[in-house]
Every structure is written in structure tokens, then in C-alpha cells.
């Protein structure tokens, strides 16, 4: 069975960082591409991230410079460091296997874990 775990999320203040977990289960996470989204409260999912299995890593504008993607294939996960947090980062935060190469759909994600940028 196909699993995505997220975890790491959590309350931050404004310039602070989080490391986000998402523990992949039933299939080898070295064989896929892999993306980060979010949607914040009220509004839809916006793609954030992306990194293929050569491990090259795409970002959405709004977080390029701020956030990095990584795996590690021998642990099975793939992380998001986040830094310097802004307000507007909060929302759920999942992690999702495509179903192909880039630009393919989604076939998995996980259910999230929540970020919380306030003072």
C-alpha cells in the first residue's frame, strides 16, 4: 500500500523556520518524482515545489530562495526546509508522488501537516 506521511509542521513567528518530514511507504522514493504544495485557509492548492530523480529541484516564485526541497532515498523520505517564514507561508502542507514525470498528475499525497506563521 501506497503511503505518504507528512509531519514537522507547527507555530512559527514571522523570519523563523520548520522542517517538514514526508514519510514515504509501499513504493521506492528513488524511482519518482516528487512535489510540495499547500493551500492556505480559504484559497486552493498552490504547487511549491518539485524535485525529480536526478534530484533536480524546481520552486514556485513565491518561496524560491526560502525553502529547499531534499530526499533521502536510503530513509524513504523527502523533506521541505523552510526559512525565513513569512505570514502568508501558513497553511496545510502535503507532499505528493507523480504519477509520471514532471508534469504529470498526481497519483498520491499524504494529509498534511499544518503551518502556523504568526506572532
Known amino acids: 500500500e501506497v503511503r505518504l506521511v507528512e509531519s514537522g509542521g507547527g507555530v512559527v513567528q514571522p523570519g523563523g523556520s520548520l522542517t517538514l518530514s514526508c514519510a514515504a511507504s509501499?513504493?521506492?522514493?528513488?524511482?519518482?518524482?516528487m512535489t510540495w504544495a499547500r493551500q492556505a485557509p480559504g484559497k486552493g492548492p498552490e504547487w511549491i515545489s518539485a524535485?525529480?530523480?536526478?534530484?533536480?529541484?524546481y520552486y514556485a516564485n513565491s518561496v524560491r530562495g526560502r525553502f529547499t526541497i531534499s530526499r533521502d532515498n536510503a530513509k524513504n523520505t523527502l523533506y521541505l526546509q523552510l526559512n525565513t517564514l513569512k505570514p502568508e507561508d501558513t497553511g496545510l502542507y502535503y507532499c505528493?508522488?507523480?504519477?509520471?514525470?514532471?508534469?504529470?498528475?498526481?497519483?498520491?499525497w499524504g494529509q498534511g501537516t499544518q503551518v502556523i506563521v504568526s506572532t
Open positions: 505528493t508522488r507523480l504519477s509520471g514525470g514532471m508534469g504529470t498528475p498526481d497519483d498520491y
Open positions: 509501499g513504493f521506492p522514493l528513488s524511482n519518482y518524482d
Open positions: 524535485m525529480d530523480i536526478n534530484n533536480t529541484t
